[in-house]
């Protein structure tokens, strides 16, 4: 147990869909992450939030969208996904810098 | 360029072998973090470290800043050991770059 909890571990939606993934941490992190995970690849960084203001937004596609609300809690809302968005997606907290990372369970999205 | 490699990819072993795990990277660190993910996808950090060496348990990590170099060690491996092993290096942009992983298989 990591104390980063994220629902749902599955998912499978079609490219019309709109669904939100969902991060929450009680560690009392200042920093959460999502990062996506595709088959073969390394482990590549899509948002950051510290203290609940975005400060990296990795050149990710404007069909996920983040959202914090406050510093437990962490979306990622997903509309009009291709098959290619297919992956494992992450979701990430920390102290703060040089910090080592306390990562969730993961969601298994399937772009149908 | 900042890059990350491991090697070997795939890795199996008989339970009870020494395990070693290895990172190399391109340019200079702030430090190296190594992770392990079990087949579910879940991922733990295993240990952060700039120099030396660290232990826990049956695990021995170490660096070597002039080879840019990292080695992870299972000692009196056992198939509880089986996962995804991830190095990843902090080049001092305060992001981390992921290597593509181990995969350790230990057979009883």
């Known amino acids: 147990e990591t104390g980063v909890t994220q629902t749902p571990r599955h998912l499978v939606m079609g490219m019309t869909n709109k669904k939100s993934l969902k991060c929450e941490q009680h560690l009392g992190h200042n920093a959460m992450y999502w990062y996506k995970q595709s088959a073969k690849k390394p482990l590549e960084l899509m948002f950051v939030?510290?203290?609940?203001?975005?400060?990296e937004n990795n050149s990710v596609p404007s069909r996920f969208s983040p959202e914090c609300p406050n510093s437990s809690h962490l979306f990622l809302h997903l509309h009009t996904l291709q098959p290619e968005d297919s992956a494992l997606y992450l979701c990430a907290s920390s102290p703060g810098n040089n910090s080592p990372l306390h990562f969730g369970n993961g969601t298994r999205l399937t772009v149908t | 360029k900042n890059e990350v490699e491991q090697s070997p990819q795939n890795l199996t072993a008989q339970e009870g072998e020494f395990i070693t795990i290895n990172c190399s990277y391109s340019v200079g660190i702030s430090a190296l973090h190594w992770l392990q993910q079990h087949p579910g996808g879940g991922i733990v950090s295993l240990f952060m470290l700039s120099s030396g060496k660290k232990k826990h348990g049956r695990l021995i990590a170490t660096i070597n800043i002039q080879e840019k170099h990292s080695s992870l060690h299972i000692t009196a491996s056992h198939p509880r050991d089986s996962a995804v092993y991830i190095c990843a290096v902090d080049f001092g942009n305060e992001k981390l770059t992921f290597g593509t992983g181990t995969r350790l298989t230990i057979i009883p």
């Open positions: 939030y510290s203290l609940e203001e975005r400060v």
